[in-house]
């Protein structure tokens, strides 16, 4: 066990995951507590974000799990009262939750375009709306926030309401940065690239044939080969976490291979 986080309480929303395997929330809810954090698992999937704090607990690691949904004031509330009372603390906030629906402006619906934006920014801004008074309280703290490269690039599906949400989160991470500054209080954003996650399946497999040849065609579109793992995404996250990153407030880290580096 690591002690970068050591004695921290790191209230990660969305540590579950959707399907098997690794997604960004639930790798860096486990990297935390390797790294001393005690982590609260949050996930609107109580039973999911429940999978996760096991696994930190069978590591010997310290987590619980609470189900709380970003797009509701009253659940984040709630879960951050909670903790709160519990552990009088949340040193790192990491906001983990996005979705993405395909489509251009002509073909999405008002609804679609909606629940983006509600899931990928406005639950950024409840998080941070309930969680910086306390981290003003007690004199500091780190937020971290998942974007996407798609904040600052397009790629070959047309997903206007995905690209406006990512987009908006980079500039409310700087304002957050910038206001809270002199207030000991941290805010930077991690801008995943094309990742191996349960998360991409969904979204564009209507544009492949098959999984495998998402996977293929995703990984030859990377400079570096392949795509990205959910463990960059939380390695890129537990830096910014730590105090290391002590005197970096306001980055936008894309965790890309290189992919936004390219001309086309």
């Known amino acids: 066990m690591g002690e970068r986080l050591k004695?921290?309480?790191?209230?990660?929303?969305?540590?579950?995951?959707?399907?098997?395997?690794?997604?960004?929330?639930k790798a860096t809810a486990v990297l935390f507590a390797r790294e001393g954090a005690t982590v609260?698992?949050?996930?609107?999937?109580?039973?999911?974000?429940?999978?996760?704090?096991?696994?930190?607990?069978?590591?010997?690691?310290?987590?619980?799990?609470?189900?709380?949904?970003?797009?509701?004031?009253?659940?984040?509330?709630?879960a951050v009262s909670d903790v709160i009372a519990r552990h009088g603390r949340i040193d790192v906030l990491q906001n983990n939750v996005g979705i993405a629906e395909p489509g251009g402006p002509e073909a999405i619906d008002e609804a679609s375009w909606d629940r983006v934006m509600d899931v990928n920014l406005k639950g950024f801004f409840l998080t941070c709306k309930r969680v910086?008074?306390?981290?003003?309280?007690?004199?500091?703290?780190?937020?971290v926030n998942?974007?996407?490269?798609?904040?600052?690039?397009?790629?070959?599906?047309?997903?206007?309401?995905?690209?406006?949400?990512?987009?908006?989160?980079?500039?409310?991470?700087r304002a957050v940065a910038v206001e809270y500054a002199s207030k000991g209080i941290r805010c930077n954003a991690v801008l995943p690239g094309l990742m191996n996650t349960p998360m991409i399946v969904e979204p564009y497999k209507h544009v492949y044939a098959s999984v495998d040849e998402l996977i293929a065609k995703r990984d030859a579109?990377?400079?570096?080969?392949?795509?990205?793992?959910?463990?960059?995404?939380?390695?890129?996250?537990l830096f910014l976490a730590s105090d290391e990153a002590k005197y970096i407030s306001g980055v936008l880290l894309p965790v890309d291979g290189a992919l936004t580096c390219q001309t086309r």
């Open 146 to 173: 998942v974007s996407s490269v798609a904040s600052i690039t397009t790629i070959n599906v047309p997903m206007i309401s995905y690209y406006s949400s990512k987009a908006a989160v980079n500039h409310f991470t």
């Open 221 to 237: 579109m990377v400079p570096m080969g392949k795509m990205g793992t959910a463990w960059d995404v939380a390695h890129a996250s």
């Open 40 to 78: 609260v698992c949050v996930d609107r999937d109580l039973a999911s974000a429940g999978r996760t704090a096991a696994i930190i607990s069978e590591e010997g690691g310290r987590a619980e799990a609470l189900r709380a949904d970003i797009t509701s004031a009253a659940d984040i509330d709630a």
């Open 132 to 143: 910086l008074p306390e981290m003003v309280r007690q004199g500091g703290g780190a937020i």
């Open 7 to 25: 004695d921290k309480i790191a209230f990660v929303m969305g540590a579950g995951c959707i399907g098997e395997g690794w997604g960004n929330g």
